[in-house]
């Protein structure tokens, strides 16, 4: 089906940034919707941004200003520029596709550990 990977994850600042990556491969051409998550310990896993294949993009309400995410087609990625980031944006962050109608089909990416301390 599509496989996801994601990058970009590390120990920042409060007030610092991060870009987040995800690299799909597999059945990459069937992909309507991609989407950010996270998962913070003791929580449940929640939405941050999602965008669609002709780039409508919804966002959680803690995300809407300072993160921002997008794809590129073309290199068959999808980004999430996190700015202004706060302690509470720690958590393991997921990359998710949907391919079909509704979400039809799901995919999830491995997750990468995003720790916002100082």
């Known amino acids: 089906q599509v496989q996801l990977m994601e990058s970009g994850g590390g120990l920042v600042q409060p007030g610092g940034s991060l870009r987040l990556s995800c690299a799909a491969s597999?059945?990459?051409?069937?992909?309507?919707?991609m989407a950010w998550y996270r998962q913070a310990p003791g929580k449940q896993r929640e939405l941050v941004a999602g965008?669609?294949?002709?780039?409508?993009?919804n966002y959680a309400d803690s995300a809407k200003g300072p993160f921002t995410i997008s794809r590129d087609n073309a290199k068959n990625t999808a980004s999430l520029q996190m700015n202004s980031l706060k302690p509470e944006d720690t958590a393991v962050y997921y990359c998710?596709?949907?391919?079909?109608?509704?979400?039809?089909?799901?995919?999830w990416g491995p997750g990468t550990q995003v720790t916002v301390s100082s």
């Open positions: 965008i669609t294949s002709g780039g409508l993009t």
């Open positions: 597999g059945s990459i051409f069937s992909v309507n919707n």
């Open positions: 998710r596709s949907c391919s079909g109608y509704g979400c039809l089909y799901v995919s």
